[in-house]
């Protein structure tokens, strides 16, 4: 089996700091993408930022400057650090990752729990 646990959230003001960090954890293989979704009350799940497996990476227009992507691939991690917070960036954020895994064998998405990032003004 396959987990992701996610670590880093909390309350912070308007203009702090806040960094992510997800740990894939299992019978990995393989992991070709990894990223960041968020979804704040009353709205869809929107993917913030993302990283492939050759490090190319994707982020929503509304975090482009301040939040920044990176992944520790020896050990199966991905990172989100947030910077120039805002009260728009409330949400729950969730860590996302396609695993090969051998356990059950096959290519599959899998979710964290998610973690509450809370912004206030």
């Known amino acids: 089996q396959v987990q992701l646990v996610e670590s880093g959230g909390g309350l912070v003001q308007a203009g702090g700091s806040l960094r992510l960090s997800c740990a894939a954890s299992?019978?990995?293989?393989?992991?070709?993408?990894m990223g960041w979704y968020r979804q704040a009350p009353g709205k869809q799940r929107e993917l913030v930022a993302g990283?492939?497996?050759?490090?190319?990476?994707n982020y929503v227009d509304s975090v482009k400057g301040r939040f920044t992507v990176s992944r520790d691939y020896a050990k199966n991690m991905v990172y989100l650090q947030m910077n120039s917070l805002l009260p728009e960036d409330t949400a729950v954020y969730y860590c996302?990752?396609?695993?090969?895994?051998?356990?059950?064998?096959?290519?599959?998405?899998?979710w964290g729990q998610g973690t509450q990032v809370t912004v206030s003004s």
């Open positions: 996302a990752a396609d695993v090969r895994a051998v356990v059950p064998l096959g290519l599959k998405r899998y």
């Open positions: 299992g019978s990995i293989f393989s992991i070709n993408f």
């Open positions: 990283i492939t497996s050759g490090g190319s990476t």
